[in-house]
């Protein structure tokens, strides 16, 4: 499975940007998520999507981002309003495989990844 994300860019702060990860089979039965990573840091949580539609958010994007699927194009997208610099990062959309009723936070639980997107937010 290959995942392609693009939509990053260089943005000021309080501007929006969509981001979006378009994976090479049907996604229609997985949990898709987003997480993004700075330098010398884990990688962390932002954003998960069920096969059903639920929705899980890390508390520090919640209210801002949004994260959705396009089952019929392979596509999940995150659009994120409201950036700040904290935002800055390298973003990687995830798939977890599994067939889950459970949405996982965790890094590890998702055995596909993209290439990552650069996201830079100046002030």
């Known amino acids: 499975v290959q995942l392609q994300a693009s939509g990053g860019g260089l943005v000021q702060a309080g501007d929006s940007l969509r981001l979006s990860c378009t994976a090479s089979k049907t996604i229609r039965t997985n949990n898709m998520g987003w997480f993004r990573q700075v330098p010398g840091k884990e990688r962390e949580f932002v954003a998960a999507?069920?096969?059903?539609?639920?929705?899980n958010y890390a508390d520090s994007v919640k209210g801002r981002f949004a994260i959705s699927r396009d089952n019929a194009k392979n596509t999940v997208f995150l659009q994120m309003n409201g950036l700040n610099t904290g935002d800055t990062a390298v973003y990687y959309c995830?798939?977890?495989?599994?067939?889950?009723?459970?949405?996982?936070?965790?890094?590890?639980?998702?055995?596909?990844w993209g290439q990552g997107t650069q996201v830079t937010v100046s002030s």
């Open positions: 999507i069920m096969w059903s539609g639920i929705t």
């Open positions: 995830a798939l977890d495989q599994k067939y889950m009723a459970v949405l996982s936070r965790a890094s590890r639980e998702y055995e596909y």
